[in-house]
Every structure is written in structure tokens, then in C-alpha cells.
């Protein structure tokens, strides 16, 4: 990597994709065109791939692999007295295959300190035949020379998986980690957790813990009695009565000698005295909440009229519920016009309006005449105010002048003690004092206008002047810049776990096939996930295998099943059909198709003249 002049090297490990098999590795120790250097015309398989290559003869020639060293077993000795080791390596790619390899001799003397997670060339591998020691499908090669073997670099994506299992410890699958933290086994149930359920509003109960919940989920159906009482809670089916069936079932108390309708009873004491048999019951109930329960109790059932007088937090809901449908319900009924503060005195002022408006004509005949003046009362008030005026200014010897419409400017209605100060003031401003200068006169009043005081307001009680108040508006906290940082923070972690879940998703999408545990039974001659009843009643020799889980999905209508033989023996149980194609773990989910994804090869088609042309994309 070459590096511009003036710049500092980059820091941090160096991180390199091998060509050839894909492995990133850090701090590696030689460098790409030196791997292709090494390799030079020999054969190169994928580690994923050398069972299938060793199959068909691919590998007879001078070949090489790469892979990482994720475990080592301890170093072992042979039956001749001779040590070896029992390297397992990955590529991590795809299902994540394994392979075991072998060091003899000296190359067990000089690589039996590698650490883990090391990259590593091997040349030439011998590969050891299956001894039945080892599982179905796992490829086992050995090396005896130390020059066939070669460290490239630390791999920077081999892991175990992060599930955790239910005693403590970690699930140790070799997972990549580029792709997804969770291994095949682990994924679904790391997706299903990432889903986000939220238990808080799933609960199907309100109110307290009930250990009976916990009772009736394992205790067999019907009721369980022991020592006079029951055992198991079997849930009341509350439903709506008829009033024929009502009277039957009091008919039917009544007789027996019962009083018939207990819960009804109860209902009316507690809306009637706000207790029951001398506890308090139903006390902080409103009375709209009351009538609610005694209709529910007397319309639906009254088991249920007697459940809503429960304290509990599903109770009060449901009759808050109820109490806002019976308001909708009467407000529908007898509505209300609502208006608003402005509207009503608007209104107000219309009316006073109207009030104070004289109105003419009103009783009156075609000959009859018409007084515009006051009331006598309101004449007699406005005429002694007058009076008093006038005597006032005959005291004063004064008359009231009519004052000049077209005369009405200030200046010209000034007295002669005004035009005087105004004089003054004049005088005073021109500077009629001849021993000033006019440099002086120029300060002088440039001293007179920075002298105006500023604009002040009241805040809180405070004079403050609005120069200080817009600095002080305009001001920022010096912690500002952590506001934004926090709105990156949740912004990045928001797209994390949504990336986390696609990581998870297109991992289960990519996953077509498992390796699981199976039994087969020889007398009935089947393979399955478990044994059947038929072979647990007769006693069959039972014998676990490893097999692989497959993932399958109708052609035709998209029906999923699993198998463990190579296709699904059966028809599909949706449509019949035996098309089947090879699918995920799970179903890809789509959304709407976009218009881009709509092909037309004719173009926009008009149904009938005038039609609505849709857009539609040629591919072109």
C-alpha cells in the first residue's frame, strides 16, 4: 500500500481479503501477489469443497487449500510411541464444513504451538479413509511435512455463536461473524427474539400473579376435585342470557329453595350501601360506572356484573369503556353545539348590541308620529349634568366657545404658556449661546442622542432592556453539540438492530439444508425426526444417525415442507402436486412491486379508448 506524501502512515491493523479463498485476515505476513507467488500453477480448492473434489479424482494432481484453525485437540501419542496432533479447520463459508487434519512427525514438532485462529496454506494434504470414528461427510487429511503447511495472517471473522444456553455457558458452533453472530441451529431463535413481541400488552390477564393459570396449563381438561374443593379453575363462559332462559333458572332456584340470581343480589346491595356483608365493595365507584354495572349485570350476565365491581386494572378499563359508549350514545342522541371563547363573546356583544339599538315603529299607526328624542329619565340625568356645567363656568365668568372644525391641529390650539416653553426649548436646542463652537454644538448634540436610554420590559418583575433580552435569547448552551450526538447515538443504534435482524434473515434465507439427529428403525424400515409409538410399544431396535434436515417448497403453490431423504417422498399436501424446488429455512418475504418490476413488453395497453394508462416498464 502506497501512502501520499505529507500523510502519516494509516493506523490500526492491516486487514487482507485472500483471492482465493476469501478469508480476511489482519497483520498478515506475506502479501497477496507472494500468496499467488507460492501457489503458482497447482491447483486450488476451497476447503468447503474437498470432500467433493476428493470424490471426483480433482485432487490427485499438486493442489493446494487454505483454511482457519479454530480448535486443537490435545497433542496426542500413537500406539509406536510417535506424536502427532488434531487440527480442525474451516473457510467459513456457507454451512460452515469442517475438516480434520492430521500432523505427523515433524510437522507436528515444528507447528504443534500455532495458536487458534490462524489462517493457514496447506500443500498437498494425503486424505485419510474414513474409519468410522468420525461423522458422516467430514473430510480428514494429514500432512508430515513442516514445509506443507504455511501461516498466513489471523482471521478476523471466525467465533463461536452468541446464544446462550439455558445452564450458562455458550453454544460453541463456529459461526462467521461478518455474516450473522448466530449459527444455524441458533438463528431462528435469535430472529423470533429480535422480532420485538411485546409481552406487556400480550398478557391475557389483568390484575395480580393467579398460581391457577400456572395450575390449569398442565392439569388435565375438566374439573379435579380432592378434599371437598376444587383443584383446577375451569373457566366461566360468560354469554348473553335470553329473558325465557332467566326465568327458567330463577323458576328453577326458586323451587329448590333459593333465592335465584345471587349475583344480582350482589350487585344491588353493593350499588345500593357500598359494601358487601360488611366489607367495602365498589365505594370508589362514580354513578354513571354504578348504572353500567347494574344493566350489565341485568342485560348480560350477572357473573359479569360482579367481576366488574373488582378492584382490578381490567376492570376499571372495561368499565371506562362502557361509561364513554353510553355518553357517545346520549351526546349522539341530544347533541351539544360546542363554541369556542371567542364565539361566545361574540355573541355577548351582538346581543348588547341589540339591546342598546332603538327601535322604531313598533306599535305605531300609519298617523301616528314619531318621537326621536330621549326617554324623559335619561333627559332629566343628561340636563342636571348640564346645568352644573354651566353654573360652573358662569362662576368662572367664561363661556363655552365653539371650537373651529378646520382648526383642529395642535398647533394651532396651543395657549400662550405652551408656545412660550416650546420657544424656550428652541432656543435652547439651536444653542443661542455665541462663545460655544460649532465642533461643541456637534458634540453637544451627538452627547444628547447617545444619552437616549434604551427600550426596557418587565420579565419577571426585572427591568431588563431588549438588547439584553435578545443576547440573552440568542444564547446557546455550551452542551448543545450533545444534542445532536445523542440523536446520532439512537439513529445508529436503531439501524443496527435492524441490520442485525436482515443479517439474521438472509442467513435463515441462505441456509437450505442441516445437519440433525435422526433414528431409524430396521424392522419398519423408516427414518425420522423421532421414533414412532408403534416401535416404543414393540420394543424395536431404535438406532440414532446423523441426517441432514432439507428445506423444500412447492412450485406451484408455495406450500413449505421439511425432508430428510434428498426430495420429499410425498405429494404436496396443499395442491397434490410433486414439484418441489429447493427453499430457505424460512419464507422471503415481499412487499408491493414497485413499477420499475412491472414488465410490459408491449408497453402502456388501453383496455378501451380513453382508458387509464398505467405506467409500466419496457426493461429496455
Known amino acids: 500500500n502506497k501512502v501520499a506524501l505529507g500523510k502519516a502512515e494509516p493506523s490500526g491493523p492491516r486487514i487482507l481479503v485472500e483471492r482465493n479463498s476469501l478469508i480476511r485476515m489482519s497483520t ?6 507472494q500468496i499467488n507467488s507460492a501457489i503458482g500453477g497447482r491447483q486450488f480448492h476451497m476447503l468447503s469443497r474437498v470432500g467433493e473434489a476428493l470424490a471426483t479424482k480433482q485432487c490427485d494432481g499438486d493442489w493446494v487449500t487454505m483454511g482457519v484453525l479454530y480448535y486443537k485437540h490435545p497433542p496426542k501419542t500413537s500406539s509406536s510411541g510417535n506424536d502427532f496432533s488434531i487440527w480442525k479447520l474451516t473457510d467459513l463459508r456457507g454451512e460452515i464444513k469442517t475438516v480434520s487434519l492430521f500432523l505427523f512427525g515433524r510437522a507436528h514438532k515444528d507447528h504443534w504451538s500455532l495458536p487458534i485462529n490462524k489462517v493457514v496454506g496447506i500443500l498437498n494434504p494425503k486424505h485419510l479413509e474414513d474409519r468410522g470414528q468420525k461423522k458422516a461427510g467430514e473430510v ?3 500432512i508430515d511435512h ?25 453454544c460453541t458452533n463456529i459461526v462467521n461473524k461478518s455474516v450473522c453472530d ?18 406487556a400488552l400480550q398478557s391475557s390477564f389483568s390484575g395480580g400473579p393467579d398460581m391457577s393459570r400456572a395450575r390449569n396449563k398442565n392439569a388435565p381438561k375438566g374439573e379435579v376435585s380432592s378434599g371437598g374443593q376444587f383443584m383446577n379453575d375451569v373457566p366461566a363462559v360468560i354469554g348473553k342470557k335470553s329473558a325465557a332462559s332467566k326465568a327458567k333458572d330463577n323458576r328453577l332456584l326458586a323451587g329448590l329453595g333459593g333465592g335465584g340470581g345471587d349475583g344480582g343480589s350482589v350487585v344491588q346491595k353493593v350499588v345500593a350501601n357500598g359494601n358487601y356483608k360488611g366489607k367495602p365493595m365498589g365505594s370508589l365507584l362514580s354513578c354513571e360506572q354504578k348504572e353500567v354495572v347494574q344493566k350489565v349485570s341485568k342485560n ?7 367481576r366488574l365491581l373488582a378492584p382490578t386494572p381490567g376492570a376499571r378499563a372495561y368499565l371506562a369503556t362502557l361509561v364513554k359508549e353510553k355518553r357517545d350514545k346520549e351526546e349522539y342522541k341530544n347533541p351539544t353545539v360546542k363554541k369556542t371563547a371567542k364565539e361566545l363573546i361574540l355573541e355577548h356583544k351582538g346581543i348588547m348590541n341589540r339591546a342598546s339599538t332603538p327601535v322604531l315603529g313598533r306599535g305605531i299607526s300609519k298617523d301616528g308620529e314619531i318621537s326621536l328624542d330621549v326617554s324623559p329619565s335619561v333627559k332629566n340625568r343628561f340636563a342636571a349634568g348640564h346645568s352644573k356645567a354651566l353654573a360652573i363656568l358662569a362662576l368662572k365668568g367664561d363661556k363655552i366657545a365653539k371650537v373651529d372644525p378646520n382648526s383642529s391641529h395642535r ?11 416650546v420657544l424656550k426649548r428652541i432656543r435652547s436646542e439651536e444653542g443661542d449661546d455665541t462663545n460655544r463652537s460649532d465642533g461643541e454644538n456637534i458634540s453637544g448634540n451627538a452627547n444628547k442622542k447617545a444619552r437616549k436610554e434604551p427600550k426596557k420590559v418587565m420579565v419577571f418583575g426585572k427591568e431588563v432592556s431588549v438588547d439584553e433580552l435578545e443576547a440573552i435569547r440568542n444564547k446557546k448552551s455550551v452542551n448543545s453539540h450533545l444534542v445532536g450526538e445523542a440523536e446520532l447515538d439512537a439513529a445508529d443504534k436503531y ?28 424392522v419398519c424400515n423408516y427414518t425420522a425426526f423421532k421414533s414412532s409409538e408403534m416401535c416404543k410399544q414393540a420394543k424395536h431396535r431404535i438406532k440414532l444417525i446423523d441426517a441432514t434436515k432439507r428445506f423444500f417448497m412447492c412450485k406451484d403453490c408455495k406450500k413449505r415442507t421439511i425432508t430428510l431423504d434428498r426430495l420429499p417422498k410425498g405429494a404436496c399436501e396443499k395442491c397434490g402436486g410433486s414439484n418441489w424446488e429447493k427453499a430457505g429455512m424460512i419464507g422471503e418475504r415481499k412487499g408491493p412491486k414497485l413499477d420499475s418490476e412491472t414488465l410490459s413488453i408491449r408497453g402502456n395497453e388501453e383496455a378501451s379508448v380513453g382508458s387509464f394508462q398505467g405506467a409500466v416498464n419496457l426493461n429496455i
Open 140 to 142: 480428514t487429511l494429514s
Open 495 to 522: 439501524f443496527e438492530k435492524a441490520e442485525f435482524k436482515d443479517a439474521l434473515e438472509e442467513k435463515m434465507l441462505g441456509t437450505q439444508s442441516m445437519k440433525v439427529k435422526a433414528v431409524t428403525c430396521a
Open 28 to 33: 498478515p505476513i506475506i502479501t497477496q501477489p
Open 411 to 421: 398647533s394651532k390650539n396651543r395657549t400662550p404658556e405652551v408656545k412660550q416653553k
Open 300 to 306: 348480560v350476565s350477572e357473573e359479569l356484573g360482579v
Open 182 to 199: 448466530f449459527c444455524i441451529y441458533h438463528v431462528k431463535a435469535a430472529y423470533k427474539a429480535s422480532a420485538g413481541a411485546r409481552s
Open 146 to 170: 513442516p514445509d506443507k503447511l504455511l501461516e498466513l495472517g489471523e482471521s478476523i471473522d471466525v467465533s463461536n455463536c452468541a446464544h446462550k444456553k439455558p445452564a450458562g455457558g455458550n
